[in-house]
């Protein structure tokens, strides 16, 4: 099948940036072929693979995957300051139960590290549902300029503000926390299935096609997040990127 780009390089490109598949998240029960298929199918330009587990390298994506999709692996670290999405490593390595260790694990791979989902069930009422950074209700913040002082925004990149799991009021927290720190929020599905994969998506201003592209652009700031299927962008990218959004169906 042709590259759906015909060697001309996008003004926008449309990544879900945390994706779960059984092959390498045990939650999951999303197979590589099914999400290959649904991703190119709603028009996801590429996929990131945040595996649990972690597992996948380089050859075994191209292997599986077809050349019209981009698909980069990652993690998703479980840490003592919450889940870390990560991007630029493909396996764990020792000190990663926290987030100072994913820290220092990702800038010695040269990659990046973004909070995910911070403020899932920040907001729930039931009893044995805690939000990861705020296990105790009583010392949840009452605003986001609060919620912004907690360590793990020190020791990350960037924050996912628009998550397909998350309720509205979560994402719109997040969205809020992120303007504190100065950050401009990336999106992702948390697809473990094929219910809501590309709910919620990064758009990148121009070309990403590797790990390298996607790590420079995330580092350059040259993306928002956004929330499908009518691409509602939550933060201002450049002016073309916008129209393209918009138009969008």
């Not at 096609?209 to 652009?217: G, T």
């Not at 580092?219 to 009518?230: D, G, L």
Request: hydrophobic content about 35%; proline content about 6%; some cysteine.
């Amino acid at each position: 099948m042709p590259n759906r780009y015909e060697g001309k390089a996008p003004l926008v490109t449309v990544f879900d940036l945390h994706v779960h598949t059984s092959r390498g998240s045990s939650d999951s029960n999303l197979t590589p072929e099914q999400l290959a298929e649904r991703a190119i199918e709603i028009g996801l330009d590429g996929v990131c693979l945040t595996e649990h587990g972690g597992g996948w390298d380089r050859r075994e994506i191209e292997r599986t995957f077809p050349s019209e999709l981009t698909v980069i692996g990652g993690i998703e670290a479980a840490t003592d300051a919450g889940h870390v999405l990560v991007y630029g490593m493909q396996s764990y390595v020792n000190g990663m139960h926290s987030a100072a260790g994913v820290r220092k694990a990702v800038d010695r791979a040269g990659g990046v590290m973004v909070s995910a989902h911070p403020f899932r069930n920040l907001f729930n009422p039931r009893p044995n549902i805690a939000n990861l950074l705020y296990p105790d209700p009583c010392a949840r913040p009452e605003s986001p300029r609060r919620a912004s002082e907690h360590s793990v925004f020190g020791a990350v990149d960037e924050m996912e503000t628009a998550n397909g799991g998350n309720t509205p009021e979560e994402n719109e927290f997040a969205a809020a926390v992120a303007r504190e720190l100065g950050l401009r929020g990336t999106g992702g599905s948390d697809a473990h299935s094929l219910h809501g994969l590309g709910r919620c998506v990064t758009v990148f201003d121009g070309d990403v096609r590797s790990e390298a592209d996607l790590i420079e652009a995330l580092r350059n700031r040259a993306f928002a997040p956004a929330e499908r299927p009518a691409l509602k962008v939550s933060a201002p990218l450049s002016t073309h990127s916008q129209d393209v959004c918009a138009d969008d169906d």
